[in-house]
């Protein structure tokens, strides 16, 4: 007799930092405040290496210095941008301004489009000081469709939601809504 295990999910909410190695904090936190507009923000006094916390946009990014980062990298030049890199995508508003502003801090950067059913995202990649890509794009223009109609997106177990929605599809469309409610207020005209 064979028992099927069933797995779920982790309990996972949603993506609370993304830690990158670098040659130098300080550099890297000028970049990430100057170009990105992420705030410094206190790290715990336990850590005995040297690193840094940002925050904005719901997200962390957390340095951590180490100065023999070459030491991993066969090629010490510049690499090429490439799009389809590992790379920490932004959504904007405005991605005319994005690339105004870059050329403005004379950031080299290349540019994609992507386009579906009649809907395009344009997208703007570069490197930040060490070589990390870094994506800002409208890549919400694009729906989030279900592959499937069993509406395969897993919900949040929190009480709140599921006093709100009798299936797991319906709970998504009012998380989805609720997001974009959000979005909009926070948009300035």
């Known amino acids: 007799m064979v028992i099927e295990e069933v797995h779920e999910a982790l309990p996972l909410l949603s993506l609370n930092h993304v830690s990158l190695l670098v ?21 715990p ?20 210095e180490n100065e023999s980062i070459d030491e991993y990298d066969a090629i010490n030049e510049p690499r090429p941008i490439n799009p389809k890199d590992n790379h920490i995508s932004f959504q904007c508003t405005d991605v005319g ?13 290349t540019t994609a489009v992507v386009e579906e059913e009649g809907i395009q995202v344009d997208q703007v990649f570069f490197h930040d000081p060490d070589g990390y890509m870094i994506e800002i794009c409208n890549c919400d223009n694009l729906p989030v469709l279900p592959i499937s109609s069993s509406c395969p997106l897993k919900p949040s177990n929190g009480n709140y939601y599921k006093k ?9 469309e009012i998380v989805m809504m609720k997001s974009l409610s959000r979005d909009m207020m926070n948009f300035s005209f």
């Not at 936190?29 to 923000?41: C, P, S």
């Not at 301004?97 to 950067?109: D, F, I, Q, S």
């Not at 709100?164 to 998504?172: I, N, P, Q, Y």
């Open 23 to 43: 040659r130098s904090v300080w550099t890297s936190v000028q970049f990430y405040e100057d170009v990105l507009g992420f705030g410094l923000i206190k790290r």
């Open 45 to 64: 006094s336990s850590f005995n290496f040297h690193g840094a916390w940002l925050f904005n946009y719901g997200i962390g990014i957390h340095l951590l």
């Open 97 to 109: 301004l994005v690339k105004r502003r870059l050329e403005a801090m004379g950031m080299r950067y």
């Open 164 to 172: 709100m929605a009798e299936s797991k599809c319906e709970l998504m």
